[in-house]
């Protein structure tokens, strides 16, 4: 007897390949760019302390994809995707933008609505709580901030989904030297995050790096380019310190393309897996300084130079093919991922930092990171500490597979998830629709550090290999077997 699933897997081969080939399908494009600067000074995310921005040292964006696949007038499927220079997609988000845009796009399936973010350490908070308790007057909260910036989002959306037009897509890969990994290794097989590399004991850098710019384009039918969404495998963080509004290397990319390819491109910035990456040297610094001066290049525009120089790579293979009948399917689930189990040791770790900072009110944000452990041990001991919901975006677009994850997700994950994909191009966004933290390989928690501890990591490294299996076979629901 055939199963009912195998049944909708054929007519969905047959179905894919009458409209791949057939040119059955229409790809519908819409785009929007929302500024989400904000105009007065505001706490920045992204450190273990409280910074207050003063001033924008440049602006901060959303950019808003609006897709449809169409068969006459029949919606074969959807999505936006929205990216955000934010340093994280806190939770309660996007179920903020999802209720908010309820009734204003129409025929549009709100759980099929993305967000995600660059990380750029240079953003607002969109969190109060105990850390941001002793703000002076006049400085705008998380709360306000969060209310601006949900606001903000659904208009993108609602833009971009009235906005939509017959188009082409193209993909493209070139290569751009920006994710460095940031996990120095020693003698004694401790790790540590930007740990010295100039130290006898010093052996290696912990991780891979991984050096692919993926880049989608799309043009209307009169080949005009619209939208480009480029995937970074690194978290945009060159000027995290600071304490002002800052876009981060994303700021002189777009400035970069918008002068080479019209002032109203859209940009759509997708952080690749890389939880241990760092767009910064570990090691030969002086080398790399001295070629930024004769260049006469600050440090975020020698990184905006290789990613255009890697974007106009793929664009000049792209436009070579484009894609007019690209048909879209877009797959959401809920994976259940197993906690990260707390040990005695880190029980024991955790509780003496917690104590340390209780009475401090300057360090709250430390003392709460290390009570989080300890509160998370006591649910394994009586048994409600459950599973950890995910929501995995799987889709397809031609030849091309994109997929989200919460995490900040170590960049041996992405390499395993690109490596089995059966799609032409695997595009992966990490840091989208929640906030799920570090997740560490198991390398990585043998070594230690900051990254990699338990403070740091909610999923470990069972939860990612799940995460891994999942998403393949997501990806080879959406290849079906010919």
Known sequence: MISPSHVRSALFSLFWLGSSFGHASQLHIGAATVDITPDRPVPLSGQMHTRISEKPETPISITALALESREGDTVLDQAILI????????????????????????????????????????????????????????VMSGEEYTAFLTDRIVEAAVQSWAQRQPGKVGWGQGQAVVAQNRRATYADGTAKMYGKTNLPDFRGIEGYEDHHLDVLFFWDLQDHLLVTAVNVPCPSQVVEGLSVIHADFWDPVRRQL????????????????????????????AAEERMRRLRGLTQLEEIARRIVRGWEEAYEVAQLDPVTGALLSHRVQTLDLPWRRVTEKELADATAEAAKYRDNPQEQWRYLWNQSVVDRHETEKKGTSGTYAMELHALRLGEVAIATNPFELFTDYGVQMKARSPAVQTFLIQLAVNSGGYLPTPRAVAGGSYSAIIQSSRIGPEGGQVLVERTVEAFNQLWPAK
Request: charged letters at 30%.
């Open 83 to 138: 990216s955000c220079d934010l340093v994280a997609i806190r939770d309660g988000i996007t179920q903020k933008v999802r209720e908010k845009a309820q009734g204003k796009i129409p025929g549009f399936d709100l759980t099929k609505l993305v967000l995600n973010a660059t990380h750029t350490h240079t953003a607002p908070i969109t969190t109060d709580g105990e850390k941001y308790r002793f703000l002076r007057k006049g």
């Open 258 to 285: 918008r002068e080479r390819h019209g002032e109203k491109l859209h940009v759509l910035a997708w952080t690749g897996a890389g939880g241990d990456q760092v767009p910064r040297p570990m090691f030969d610094h």
